[in-house]
Nanobody
Framework: QVQLVESGGGLVQAGGSLRLSCAASGRTFSSYAMGWFRQAPGKEREFVAGISWSGSRTGYADSVKGRFTISRDNRKNTVYLQMNSLKPEDTAVYYC??????????????????WGQGTQVTVSS
């Protein structure tokens, strides 16, 4: 079992940056692919970025390509999401998630077994 706790959210002006962290418990963290999803009020949860267990594969939603970077440190059981050039439309609750299919970057929320509680990101214009 994997437990996930996100941190690093907050209020930032458009054009600013934030770095989200997701700390995982459990010995098998390094075998899981990890993903970041977000959900804005009144909208469905959407894929933001994902990373394979080794970090060799990453994937991004078109809306964040070139602005967001996902990374992981398996020694620290932590996955990160560096968010630059933030826009008001990036405002959402951001969730990290763990998928047992460690080799792949899965953009489908149904492929993830474990979820964090979420952290709020608000970008003001």
């Amino acid at each position: 079992q994997v437990q996930l706790v996100e941190s690093g959210g907050g209020l930032v002006q458009a054009g600013g940056s934030l770095r989200l962290s997701c700390a995982a418990s459990g010995r098998t963290f390094s075998s899981y692919a990890m993903g970041w999803f977000r959900q804005a009020p009144g909208k469905e949860r959407e894929f933001v970025a994902g990373i394979s267990w080794s970090g060799s594969r990453t994937g991004y939603a078109d809306s964040v390509k070139g602005r967001f970077t996902i990374s992981r440190d398996n020694r620290k059981n932590t996955v990160y999401l560096q968010m630059n050039s933030l826009k008001p439309e990036d405002t959402a609750v951001y969730y990290c998630a763990a998928s047992p299919e460690g080799t792949y970057v899965n953009s489908w929320f149904g492929g993830y077994d474990y979820w964090g509680q979420g952290t709020q990101v608000t970008v003001s214009s």
